[in-house]
């Protein structure tokens, strides 16, 4: 019998309605976390090419994008995930 390396059963990440609450749970999380690491090495490849000022000009226009789609409340989460995700590689 193979072992399933992903968070839900077969065929079950598929329909999100056959998830157990805790299962949509975890995968929720699992996004924040993706989505977060994925900002972090955006703004730093940013950093690299356009130099730090420029960058963090940068990251300011794609917190007023976001907060367009999510509201404040979006940027908030998003950049508490990615200072947890900072503080995570730091130990």
């Not at 992903?6 to 975890?26: F, I, M, P, V, W």
């Not at 960058?55 to 404040?72: F, M, N, P, S, Y």
């Amino acid at each position: 019998m193979t072992t399933n390396p992903y968070l839900t059963e077969d065929g079950k990440a598929k329909n999100l309605a056959l998830l157990t609450s805790t299962e949509r749970y975890k995968m929720l999380e699992t996004l924040r976390q993706t989505e977060a690491r994925d900002w972090i090495r955006r703004y730093r490849n940013k950093q690299r090419e356009l130099g730090k000022q420029q960058a963090q000009a940068w990251w300011e226009t794609v917190k007023l994008d976001i907060k367009k789609r999510r509201g404040q409340v979006g940027v908030d989460t998003l950049i508490t995930n990615m200072r947890q995700q900072n503080d995570a590689n730091r130990l």
